[in-house]
């Protein structure tokens, strides 16, 4: 695989772990604890394979409205793979980038997420980024409003760009959506304008090494052009 057919950064919205428990008879919680260790061998595969950052949609604005059990579940299993994951990160050399507002979470999370974003902050050249209580509309407003607040009378696209959660990161080559539904449902939108979209009808607990390597091969056949004929 060529150093240009690969792409620099690619972003996941992993869908379908409440299906893949109800297929097993199992509870949604058990579908997000098998996406978790899909999350994990995705992590670890992309980097061996040349991908230096990747974007998990773990946790929306919109995901509140879910059932109370489901949510709390949700929280308890994020907060523990962050705290799983530290060692690691050190140990491997990647950098942590948390895209959306972590504060909702326990205050002992909350400094030792950050605690651990600012001890990677300087690892290159790979990447996770995790979308947790993240909305791309959301992220946007903040971004506006962050702008008014430092008297920004005038922007243009660099000066919106410096101010978003992903000012950081490069915009994803490739954003890969499981479970075979299409739609970005408001992720990454902004940095999405010249992403290759691929949708697959495996659920995220289900995607392994070997569909990832399909989502690759497919991106290789793309021709961006971004706007030029």
């Known amino acids: 695989m060529s150093e240009n057919s690969l ?4 972003a996941f919205i992993m869908d379908g772990n409440g299906r893949w428990a109800k297929k097993r008879h199992k509870a949604r919680s058990a579908g997000h604890t098998a996406g978790y260790g ?8 992309a980097f061996k394979s040349g991908v230096e950052t990747i974007s998990f949609y773990a946790f929306s604005t919109e995901n509140w409205s879910r059932p109370k059990e489901e949510v709390d579940k949700l929280l308890s299993l994020m907060s523990k793979a962050l705290k799983l994951a530290g060692k690691k990160l050190l140990d491997e050399k ?4 948390i895209s959306g507002d972590y504060s909702v979470l326990k205050p002992r999370t909350v400094k030792a997420i950050s605690d651990l974003i ?3 902050s300087k690892f290159t ?11 791309s509309r959301a992220e946007i407003v ?5 702008m008014i607040s430092d008297g920004i009378r005038k922007c243009d696209e660099k000066i919106l760009s410096k101010y ?11 954003i890969v959506r499981t479970s075979g539904e299409q739609r970005l449902s408001n992720f990454l939108m902004w940095q999405a304008s010249y992403s290759e979209l691929y949708f697959t009808d495996v659920l ?6 070997k569909e990832f390597d399909k989502a690759i091969e497919w991106y290789k056949t793309r021709e961006r052009r971004y706007g030029k004929s």
């Open 204 to 209: 995220w607990p289900d995607f392994d090494e």
């Open 142 to 146: 903040n971004a506006v409003n962050n």
């Open 164 to 174: 978003l959660y992903t000012k950081d990161l490069p915009d994803p080559d490739l």
């Open 125 to 135: 050249p790979y990447t996770v980024n995790i979308c947790f209580n993240y909305g």
């Open 7 to 10: 792409p620099k950064h690619v």
């Open 38 to 45: 899909a999350l994990q061998k995705i992590i670890a595969h």
């Open 94 to 97: 990647i950098r942590l980038v």
């Open 118 to 120: 600012e001890k990677t």
